[in-house]
């Protein structure tokens, strides 16, 4: 059985049983929070647990690394939608120790993108586009300087809302212990 077939098969059990009652709730986050966070595996549920949410509490934004590569990519417009269409009143932002995108040898990636047939003349064309490929695949040096980095592009952005907390964080993905970055609360009283 694929992947995909006993993803379908568990779904109809899943919907016949009616087990999708246990997760009823409104489009819009409970706790009025929204959290941009990595999409490693091992924050797919430690990630909102460790923070003390369930399940319709807030909204949750991932990407590789939690790193907020464009001003106006659909990052940032995710966070803003949160904000002003779903009614979320504070912004998390939170890395992780033990980050892959920390470490990410972008070669490595690019040798496994060309073995799977990327040819070196896409890349040159890529390039030759503008997109300088290494650093778009780039990672970070270290977490809490990227939470940092996330915070700014944030709260510097023109459409944001500057009293909006967004508190930043990096958890341990082996125990769910927070380093708090920044505290929200904090940067947005400075604006009232």
Request: charged letters at 25%; proline letters at 3%; glycine letters at 8%.
């Amino acid at each position: 059985m694929t992947l995909l077939e006993s993803i379908l098969a568990y779904n109809k059990d899943f919907v016949g049983n009616k087990e999708f009652e246990n997760y009823t709730t409104s489009k819009k986050p409970d706790k009025k929070a929204v959290l941009f966070t990595c999409m490693d595996t091992r924050l797919q549920d430690l990630g909102t647990k460790a923070l003390g949410f369930n399940n319709g509490d807030l909204k949750v934004v991932k990407n590789a690394g939690a790193i907020i590569t464009h001003p106006y990519g659909s990052t940032i417009k995710s966070l803003l939608v949160g904000i002003y269409a779903l009614g979320a009143e504070e912004i998390i932002i939170m890395a992780h120790k033990d980050c892959g995108m920390g470490c990410l040898d972008v070669s490595t990636v690019k040798d496994a993108m060309k073995e799977r047939g990327v040819t070196e003349e896409t890349f040159k064309i890529i390039e030759h586009s503008g997109v300088d490929v290494d650093s778009f695949l780039q990672g970070f040096k270290d977490a809490e300087e990227n939470v940092r980095r996330n915070i700014d592009m944030v709260y510097n952005h023109p459409l944001f809302d500057k009293s909006v907390p967004i508190h930043g964080l990096v958890i341990d993905p082996h125990t769910g212990e927070l380093d708090l970055i920044q505290d929200g609360y904090e940067l947005a009283a400075q604006n009232k």
